[in-house]
């Protein structure tokens, strides 16, 4: 069984289209996460929900807008792709105890014509 | 807002060669924690370090916390192919739960 699983794992899509990405975690976490990781490798933290709350907010343009029905999913839709939203996007959660780990699921790639 | 610097970048190294990765956060953390990232894949937790001047090893790797909390060191004795990847450093922002990850050391082993 996978934790934290992503679907889709690819996508192509024109500038302008809007798309989502869904992830599921089944490790009974509180604590799930959006990173975008860009060409260079660089992982940027975007979102993060708490029991469904919103806890994370970084500056990520409005057009980012990620929705939490339980505390085991966190999708992430996008509205209007850019060129520059090309990335591969992580979806993780967060151990609880001492560690507080992150487990990441496989990742989405997003490419944008 | 906090950042957090790896160095190098890049490093290639023959098999059987050392390799270290630095990890600098402008801000003291409570604790850093190190992943790996396989070509391909997704970060993976390898440890959490906590204690000013902590040293842990996991067979081959050897992780160290700065004595003021600020930096960390992960390094590998003899690497193999298998190490191959980026190594992430990550420390919490502010707040619990904001992890920032550093800028990431991508390693190639020449066999």
């Known amino acids: 069984d996978t934790a934290v699983s992503q679907t889709p794992k690819y996508l192509v899509t024109q500038m302008g289209n809007d798309k989502s990405i869904k992830c599921e975690q089944n490790l009974g976490h509180d604590t799930m996460y959006w990173y975008k990781q860009d060409s260079k490798k660089f992982l940027k933290i975007m979102f993060s929900y708490n029991n469904k709350e919103l806890i994370i907010n970084e500056t990520v343009p409005n057009r980012f807008s990620p929705k939490s029905p339980d505390k085991a999913h966190l999708n992430l839709h996008i509205n209007s792709l850019e060129l520059g939203d090309s990335a591969v996007y992580f979806c993780?959660?967060?151990?609880?105890?001492?560690?507080?780990?992150?487990?990441f699921g496989e990742g989405s790639r997003l490419t944008v014509l | 807002g906090q950042q957090v610097m790896q160095i190098p970048q890049y490093q290639h190294v023959q098999e059987g060669e050392d390799f270290t990765t630095y990890c600098n956060s402008s801000?003291?953390?409570?604790?850093i924690q190190w992943y790996k990232q396989r070509p391909g894949g997704h970060p993976v937790f390898l440890i959490q370090?906590?204690?000013?001047?902590e040293v842990k090893k996991q067979k081959r790797l050897t992780f160290q916390f700065g004595e003021a909390k600020k930096n960390s060191s992960l390094h590998i004795t003899a690497t193999q192919t298998t190490d191959v990847g980026t190594y992430f450093c990550?420390?919490?922002?502010?707040?619990?739960?904001?992890?920032?990850f550093g800028t990431g050391t991508r390693l190639k082993v020449l066999a």
């Open positions: 993780a959660s967060r151990g609880g105890g001492n560690t507080g780990e992150l487990f």
């Open positions: 370090l906590v204690k000013s001047g």
């Open positions: 990550a420390g919490p922002g502010s707040g619990t739960y904001k992890y920032i």
């Open positions: 801000t003291t953390l409570s604790n």
